[in-house]
């Protein structure tokens, strides 16, 4: 890889992860004089844990924002990668890729949080669909199926995730499915205590109403 080409993808990691840092859960309930949503139900701050606050107007915003900031990363890293590492750089996918994947660290490990973020899941349909709509729309169609069956906000998240890969592969490259691969198994990871109340039977179902 030649060193323009090199260098400019990590500016694109660079720029993704301070995009992917900005903490909208946690700025939106402070503004809106609710506290720090890091002190109740998960302890993280993505829309989920908003939605605990009661403030549905609060949560929408955090999931479109969250969203959108991994839609925007993966968008100014197609861009800057050509821009900076022209001609070295033949394929803005990648740009996109490393922008998108620097979003989605971000989030999850956040710096100026003490790198505990969000499980990631509106920032990883945001960077779909910047990167391949069609991938976004499976993967929004699977959650939605899950749903629809079981009612686990979690268990959809993360059997849409072990689909979008193989998906992403069939339709956009090697590259890319490898690429959601390794942010697929971060997402997972990231849903570890889910996965425990899961296996116990004690996960919280859409609209039961219990905080956890």
């Given at each position: 890889?030649?060193?323009a080409?090199?260098g400019?993808?990590?500016?694109?990691?660079f720029?993704?992860?301070?995009?992917?840092?900005?903490?909208?859960?946690?700025?939106?309930?402070?503004?809106?004089?609710?506290?720090?949503?890091?002190?109740?139900?998960?302890?993280?701050?993505?829309?989920?844990?908003?939605l605990?606050?009661?403030?549905?107007?609060?949560?929408?915003?955090?999931?479109?924002?969250?969203?959108?900031?991994?839609?925007?990363?993966?968008?100014?890293?197609?861009?800057?990668?050509?821009?900076?590492?022209s001609?070295?750089?033949?394929?803005?996918?990648?740009?996109?890729?490393?922008?998108?994947?620097?979003?989605?660290?971000?989030?999850?490990?956040?710096?100026?949080?003490?790198?505990?973020?969000?499980?990631?899941?509106a920032?990883?349909?945001?960077?779909?669909?910047?990167?391949?709509?069609?991938?976004?729309?499976t993967?929004c169609?699977?959650?939605?199926?899950?749903?629809?069956?079981?009612?686990?906000?979690?268990?959809?998240?993360?059997?849409?995730?072990l689909?979008?890969?193989?998906?992403?592969?069939?339709?956009?490259g090697p590259?890319?499915?490898?690429?959601?691969?390794?942010?697929?198994?971060?997402?997972?990871?990231?849903?570890?205590?889910?996965?425990?109340?899961?296996?116990?039977?004690e996960?919280?179902?859409?609209?039961?109403?219990?905080?956890?």
């Amino acid at each position: 890889m030649e060193p323009a080409l090199l260098g400019a993808i990590l500016c694109c990691l660079f720029l993704g992860y301070v995009l992917g840092s900005i903490p909208f859960g946690l700025l939106l309930t402070r503004a809106a004089g609710l506290g720090d949503v890091r002190a109740i139900g998960s302890g993280n701050i993505g829309a989920t844990n908003v939605l605990r606050t009661g403030n549905k107007g609060l949560a929408a915003a955090t999931l479109a924002l969250d969203a959108l900031k991994g839609t925007a990363a993966a968008t100014l890293g197609a861009w800057l990668l050509v821009t900076l590492a022209s001609p070295a750089a033949t394929d803005p996918m990648q740009g996109a890729l490393a922008g998108g994947t620097g979003a989605f660290l971000g989030h999850l490990f956040p710096v100026w949080l003490g790198f505990r973020g969000g499980k990631g899941v509106a920032t990883y349909i945001g960077i779909l669909f910047s990167i391949a709509w069609k991938v976004a729309l499976t993967f929004c169609t699977v959650w939605i199926i899950v749903a629809l069956i079981t009612r686990y906000s979690s268990l959809s998240a993360l059997i849409a995730a072990l689909v979008t890969p193989c998906v992403m592969w069939w339709l956009a490259g090697p590259l890319p499915g490898i690429v959601f691969a390794g942010l697929s198994v971060l997402l997972i990871t990231m849903h570890h205590a889910n996965i425990r109340r899961l296996i116990a039977g004690e996960e919280h179902r859409i609209g039961a109403g219990t905080k956890r």
